[in-house]
């Protein structure tokens, strides 16, 4: 039996660019929470990727990548921010 999924993304609109990181954020972990789903085998992988380098910055990049669809979903923000 399936659990039902959580709907963490009601939308890729945020109100602001730090909203739009925090949503990206969440939304890379909750795709490593779903490609291992398994808590105890990502919590005995951390040691490993908290000491290289390549593997944290790979973590950033897929952050950034999430950060930059949902920056395009709110049209950049409508550069309401820069009069």
Known sequence: M???????????LTATPF????L????????IGTIQPDA???????DSYANDTAQLIAS?????????TIA??????KKTSNP
């Open 2 to 12: 399936q659990h039902p999924q959580e709907d963490y993304l009601p939308s890729l």
């Open 19 to 22: 909203e739009g990181r925090q």
């Open 24 to 31: 990206a954020i969440t939304l890379a972990r909750k795709t």
């Open 40 to 46: 105890s085998i990502r919590q005995q992988l951390r």
């Open 60 to 68: 950033a990049q897929v952050v950034a990548v999430e950060f930059q």
């Open 72 to 77: 395009q979903a709110n049209n950049y923000w």
